[in-house]
């Protein structure tokens, strides 16, 4: 009976390190940000493995970073300015914002798309006060379902986003953000976010960082990335977080 019994806890050890083995945490980072300066969005662009990149619409370099990120073989999403806080305001090209009716939303979104070639999904920039507001939320994702396999990546920078719930309703791929890499640009911050980020993904089994074209985060990214495979984890595009398998 004791021999039963260790046979069972060691064939059932052996099936779960198979398995863990199979299926390693899984990171997706995205860099945002994109657009403005070129020697920056080309650095990015050169990191290894599978990042995805975020690019801002109407900056003066946003169709010739989406263009290399694509032909890098990198995924690129766009990088849609939605009205923060007062306190947070600032004014980006092609953003959305309250004021705004239905036809100049949708107007507003369809020249966002066209200056970011190649996108395959949006991600939100800034936000904290539109993705609050159902209505403005639904426009959004009824934008997002008119184009075929578009998805939706909320960078989350208010706990009060009802950005995701939204997309689920009206049958939009979408994710939330995890971690932010750098909420300040100080190196030793971006290293404590990397190893939180990898915490994260040992206990939920996948996790979407987002980063932003910063020396610190660049010179890090650069050096760690290489390391995941062989610390356990997998890093994937963000479409492969999001869509379900």
Do not use: C
Request: glycine residues 6%; proline residues 7%; aromatic residues 4%.
């Amino acid at each position: 009976m004791i021999l039963a019994r260790l046979l069972t806890i060691t064939v059932l050890s052996l099936l779960a390190a198979g398995s863990a083995a199979s299926n390693p945490p899984r990171i997706a980072i995205i860099i945002d940000d994109l657009g403005y300066r070129l020697d920056a969005g080309q650095r990015a662009i050169r990191l290894p493995g599978p990042v995805s990149f975020a690019v801002l619409p109407g900056t003066p370099r946003a169709s010739a970073l989406s263009v290399l990120a694509f032909e890098s073989g990198k995924e690129v999403l766009l990088h849609l300015p939605l009205q923060a806080r007062s306190d947070e305001a600032t004014d980006e090209p092609l953003g959305l914002n309250l004021h705004m009716d239905r036809v100049e939303f949708g107007d507003t979104f369809e020249r966002a798309l066209k200056s970011v070639p190649h996108a395959i999904g949006v991600n939100s920039h800034r936000g904290s006060l539109l993705t609050r507001h159902p209505g403005h939320m639904l426009w959004l994702m009824q934008e997002l379902r008119a184009r075929e396999n578009l998805f939706f990546v909320d960078s989350y920078t208010t706990h009060e986003s009802v950005a995701i719930r939204i997309a689920r309703e009206t049958g939009i791929d979408a994710r939330k953000r995890d971690v932010f890499l750098d909420p300040d640009p100080a190196p030793e911050t971006v290293a404590r976010e990397f190893e939180r980020m990898k915490k994260l993904a040992d206990r939920r089994g996948s996790v979407i960082a987002i980063g932003h074209p910063h020396a610190a985060t660049l010179e890090l990214l650069e050096r760690e990335l290489p390391k995941l495979k062989e610390q356990g984890y997998e890093l994937v595009t963000i479409s492969e977080l999001v869509r379900p398998r």
